[in-house]
């Protein structure tokens, strides 16, 4: 008798039960909203960048019912005395000075509070953040009510908790685009996940009050439901979801409209592949999407015109191009700002490396006021794990050039959302030149591209093959555990030590 009929025949295993899934996605939202908290707890109050200014934009919104008028950084009076108390100014991008640590400085702190417990809440500005829209401001309202008794610290808190739980949300989306993008291979979907929840900067930037918390959110999602679209089809319902996001990402931070170009890419396209079989019926899906995006943002600019403001409130000034001393000028200055410098062009900058110094060793780690750093051999050892992760992602995607050939358009509108909002950071940016080489060029202004960081490692994880993937998955997680801690003692030993 042969042997073949007497061994029981080996049946594929499926790649990931839907509930494991579940948990899997659900366990990379716990993992980031419970490390944002965290990071809102060992950041001493309004020691995270222009965060007094966006707890002053909520507490006018919340007593006054209307968005901030003045971009002054003079705040409300009870919100001054809890910054003189913290001695906020002379911790605030001065690494040699510690924040209040002691049980002594404790209870002068509260002893100076309780002194001036009648301050009132206005009028005042709001700082940096009054140019931006209203909706996380809006949403943070909540938990500044339901602190309203304990204070300005235990208001600031809560607020920060809420970011910590949007935080879980951007890790939830990153995991479910993953599934998405990479639907062969289950088990690097919770490796991407978890980087992207481990992700120090994510969980230390959510771990505040800043609207950025809801912007990484928002933008995960768009990823998330344009790569669901590119694979099952552009569904009414999934058309509807892209233009709500459009509207919330708009009403969330100014930031978001250097993806809607690239969002808008993939629905036309999309459109284009259903006019082959549908005809102009395909047309509808678009129509859903361009009239969810539209409507509440129409809303919002008729509100500021009826209350005498500029359309877009105080962030109208930012797109008066008008005033640009030179386009030539400024496009080189941006491509300065992510590229090497041709021949040719002007040197802009002079005094940094935009590609080391700014993008990767602020990725790496630049905490706080960005006055919180690590040794600065750290961050040549990080080129290491930096260049190996690299290079495992290069060789996943060398092994897979037909299937990236078969998804160049899919592939397009994510490099489309991903240069968009790196103009958008340039434009920002090139306001301030000369006075400032770099302003507004920060590296969490990148992590709405994070989706994109998550199949990045996910893919450099696919390089070991099925044999070794997974062990390599692990390794990368315990890497990225190991470099949130160490991150957080950082934190710790600059405010603390």
């Known amino acids: 008798m042969s042997t073949a009929l007497l061994t029981r025949p080996r049946l594929p295993r499926p790649a990931l039960a839907p509930r494991r899934g579940r948990v899997a996605a659900i366990a990379c939202a716990t993992v980031a909203a419970l ?5 809102s707890f060992i950041t001493p109050p309004f020691q995270s960048t222009d965060e007094p200014s966006h707890f002053a934009y909520v507490e006018q919104l919340a007593s006054e019912g209307r968005v901030p008028s003045s971009d002054s950084e003079v705040f409300s009076s009870r919100e001054a005395l809890v910054l003189r108390a913290l001695r906020w100014a002379a911790v605030k991008r001065k690494p040699e000075n510690r924040t209040i640590a002691s049980a002594g400085e404790q ?14 809440r206005g009028p005042a500005g709001a700082g940096v953040a009054a140019s931006q829209p209203p909706l996380y401001y809006a949403l943070e309202t909540i938990p500044y009510w ?3 008794g304990g204070g300005v610290l235990a208001q600031l808190q809560l607020m920060r908790l809420l970011s910590a739980m949007v935080a879980g949300a951007t890790a939830l989306f990153a995991f479910l685009f993953l599934r998405e993008a990479l639907p062969a291979a289950p088990w690097a979907w919770v490796v991407g996940g978890l980087a992207v929840a481990l992700m120090p900067l994510l969980a230390s930037s959510s771990g505040a009050v800043n609207p950025d918390a809801m912007l990484f959110a928002v933008s995960a999602a768009s990823f998330y439901c344009i790569a669901r679209a590119f694979r099952r089809g552009l569904t009414p319902r999934l058309a509807v979801a892209i233009g709500a996001l459009i509207a919330i990402g708009s ?14 890419l993939g629905l036309i396209w999309l459109t284009a592949r259903r006019w082959r079989s549908l005809g102009r019926a395909a047309l509808r899906e678009l129509g859903l999407a361009l009239a969810a995006a539209c409507s509440p943002l129409c809303a919002y600019v008729v509100l500021n015109l009826i209350s005498g403001r500029a359309a877009l409130g105080l962030a109208s000034g930012i797109f008066a191009f008008a005033s640009r001393p030179s386009l030539g000028g400024e496009l080189s200055y941006i491509w300065q700002l992510y590229l090497p410098r041709l021949p040719g062009m002007s040197r802009d900058f002079t005094d940094i490396s935009p590609i080391r110094n700014l993008w990767f060793d602020g990725l790496v780690g630049q905490y706080g006021w960005a006055d919180t750093f690590f040794p600065g051999w750290a961050y040549d050892v990080a080129l290491v794990p930096a260049g190996l992760l690299a290079a495992l992602c290069l060789r996943s995607l060398v092994g897979r050039l037909r299937a990236l ?8 509108v994510y490099l489309a959302m991903s240069v968009g909002l790196l103009l958008v950071i340039g434009v920002g940016s090139y306001s301030t030149f000369p006075q400032l080489a770099a302003g507004f060029a920060e590296p969490r202004y990148l992590l709405p591209l994070l989706p994109l960081m998550g199949a990045a490692i996910a893919l450099a994880a696919r390089a070991g093959g099925r044999r070794w993937g997974p062990v390599v998955g692990a390794l990368i997680v315990v890497m990225f555990v190991a470099y949130d ?8 030993a600059r405010y603390y030590g």
């Open 405 to 412: 050939r078969a998804r160049a358009p899919e592939l397009g």
């Open 485 to 492: 801690l160490v991150s957080q003692l950082q934190v710790i």
């Open 35 to 39: 490390n944002a908290a965290s990071w």
């Open 107 to 120: 209870r002068t702190l509260e002893a100076d509070l309780a002194s001036g417990a009648g301050g009132t």
């Open 146 to 148: 339901l602190g309203s």
């Open 251 to 264: 009403l969330t931070k100014i930031t978001f409209a250097g993806l809607i170009p690239g969002v808008l």
